[in-house]
C-alpha cells in the first residue's frame, strides 16, 4: 500500500466552501420546501454582458473552421492579452512579458505553492482566504495543527480586525520567506491606503520577503485616491508578484481566467530570476489558458467591454449597499461592502458557527462563518453582495425579521 501524505491528514476534512454546501444540502434533505437564498459563496450571478459574449462567441465560431481553427496556446497566455492587461489593469506601470495569463489565480496560489516548495515559511491576514493555508500545509509548510489556538504553529497569522482597521501590526509580525496579502480583502472587505501598503512593501524589502498580493477584487476599488495595484508603489518590483482574476468583474467563475504578474526585478537570493522560474512552472504544469476565454478577456479590455465591467461591478456593489445599510439599521457592527463585494458582520454572543446556523435555520440564508477564514474571524459572519436584486432583497427582509 501506498503511504498517504501525511500533510493531508492536517488538513480539515474538507475545503471550507464544499463544507458549507455540505450543511446546506443536509438542512435541504431535511426541509426540502425551503427556499434557500446564498450570501455564502463568492460567486457571480449576472448574465455576462454582451460585448464581452461577442468575444467569447466569435471564438467559438472561428474553432468550427479550418483557418480560425487554433489548437495549444502559448503556456503564457496570448501576447496581445498579456500586453493590454499591462496597459489596462496596470496602466503601463509593467511589461506584458511579465504576466502569465492563467486559469484563475486560486490554481495560481497552488502553483506559487510548487514554486517556492516545501521549506518556505508563510505570513497571512488573519482572517484570510483559505487557500494561502490550506495549500501550504499540503506543501507541508506549516508545522502542527494548534487546536487551542485554532492556527498552525508554522504559519504567521497576521491579525486584522477592526481594532487595528484590519491593517496588520507589522511590527509584532514575524519575518517569513512569503507574505500572502489580499487586497481589497476576502473575506472582511477591507482595502489599504497607500501609505499602508507601502508600510508593507518596506516590510518586505527590509526582511528579503517576497510579497504575493491577491488583487482579485481591485476592479471593486471605488475611491480613485485607493491603490489597485502594489506596483502603484515605488520599491513593490523587486519583493511582490501580484495575483488576479476576472471571474469576479466581468462573471468568468464558470469560464475561468486569471493572471499572475511576476516583475523582472524580482529574484530569489540566489540571484536566480523569479519571472524565469514560473515560466518553467507553467510550461511544465499548465497547457495555457482557453483560447475562447482569453478572446472574451480581449472583449472586456476594450472600451466597450471596461463599460460593461464597470457597469457589472457596480450592480454587485449596490446589492452591498442594500445589504449594509440594512444591517446597520438593525445595529449590526458591519464592515466592507463599499470596496469589495463582501460585508463582514460582527455577530454579538454567538459563535460564527451559531450564527451560521441560525442564519440558515430560521432564515433558509447560507453564509460563511468567518473562523473559517482563521482564528480572527470568530463571532463573525461574512455575506456576498453577488447574487440576483430580488434575492438580496428577499435576505435582507429575512434578516430583519430574523432580528425582530
Ligand atoms: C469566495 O467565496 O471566497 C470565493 O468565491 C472563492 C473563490 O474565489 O475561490
Redesign the pocket.
Known amino acids: 500500500m501506498v503511504k498517504r501524505n501525511p500533510n493531508m491528514a492536517k488538513l480539515q476534512s474538507s475545503y471550507l ?1 464544499p463544507e458549507i454546501a455540505r450543511r446546506k444540502n443536509e438542512f435541504l434533505a431535511k426541509n426540502p420546501g425551503a427556499k434557500i437564498i446564498s450570501l455564502g ?3 457571480t450571478t449576472q448574465p455576462i454582458t454582451p460585448h464581452i459574449m461577442k468575444g467569447l462567441s466569435g471564438e467559438v465560431s472561428r474553432l468550427g473552421t479550418k483557418k480560425g481553427y487554433t489548437g495549444y496556446g502559448a503556456e503564457q497566455g496570448l501576447k496581445e492579452l498579456r500586453d493590454k492587461i499591462a496597459e489596462k489593469m496596470y496602466d503601463g506601470l509593467i511589461e506584458g512579458d511579465e504576466v502569465f495569463v492563467s486559469d484563475g489565480a ?1 490554481p495560481d496560489t497552488a502553483r506559487l505553492q510548487v514554486l517556492f516548495g516545501s521549506n518556505a515559511t508563510i505570513a497571512v491576514q488573519d482572517p484570510s ?1 483559505p ?1 494561502y493555508v490550506d495549500s501550504s500545509v499540503i506543501l507541508g509548510q506549516t508545522g502542527s495543527y494548534n487546536q487551542e489556538k485554532s492556527q498552525f504553529d508554522g504559519i504567521e497569522y497576521m491579525e486584522c480586525t477592526p481594532e487595528n482597521n484590519f491593517f496588520p501590526d507589522l511590527r509584532k509580525a514575524r519575518r517569513t520567506d512569503i507574505i500572502f496579502f489580499c487586497n481589497p480583502n ?2 472582511t472587505g477591507a482595502a489599504v491606503n497607500a501609505k499602508q501598503l507601502r508600510e508593507l512593501v518596506n516590510f518586505a524589502r527590509k526582511n528579503n520577503s517576497i510579497i504575493v498580493y491577491d488583487s ?1 477584487y481591485s476592479q471593486f476599488i471605488s475611491d480613485k485616491n485607493l491603490p489597485r495595484s502594489i506596483y502603484e508603489i515605488d520599491g513593490a518590483k523587486e519583493v511582490a508578484i501580484e495575483i488576479s482574476s476576472f ?1 469576479k468583474p466581468i462573471g468568468f ?1 464558470g469560464v475561468r481566467l486569471g493572471w499572475t504578474v511576476i516583475p523582472n526585478e524580482l529574484k530569489f537570493e540566489d540571484g536566480t530570476s523569479v519571472n524565469k522560474d514560473w515560466n518553467r512552472i507553467m510550461t511544465t504544469l499548465f497547457n495555457g489558458a482557453s483560447n475562447i476565454a482569453q478572446q472574451g478577456a480581449l472583449s472586456a479590455l476594450d472600451e466597450k467591454g471596461m463599460k460593461e465591467m464597470k457597469q457589472t461591478i457596480s450592480y454587485y456593489l449596490e446589492n452591498a449597499g442594500i445589504i449594509r445599510a440594512s444591517m446597520e439599521k438593525l445595529g449590526y457592527e458591519v464592515y466592507g461592502g463599499v470596496h469589495a463585494p463582501y460585508l463582514w458582520v460582527r455577530i454579538p454572543g454567538k459563535t460564527s458557527w451559531q450564527a451560521f446556523e441560525e442564519f440558515l435555520g430560521k432564515a433558509h440564508l447560507v453564509t ?1 462563518p468567518g473562523i473559517g477564514f482563521g482564528p480572527s474571524g470568530e463571532g463573525f459572519l461574512r455575506l ?1 453582495a453577488l447574487g440576483h436584486r430580488e434575492e438580496v432583497k428577499e435576505a435582507v427582509k429575512r434578516i430583519e425579521r430574523l432580528m425582530k
Open positions: 466552501f459563496i463568492g460567486d486560486k482566504y487557500v476576502n473575506p482579485a471571474s467563475t460563511i456576498s
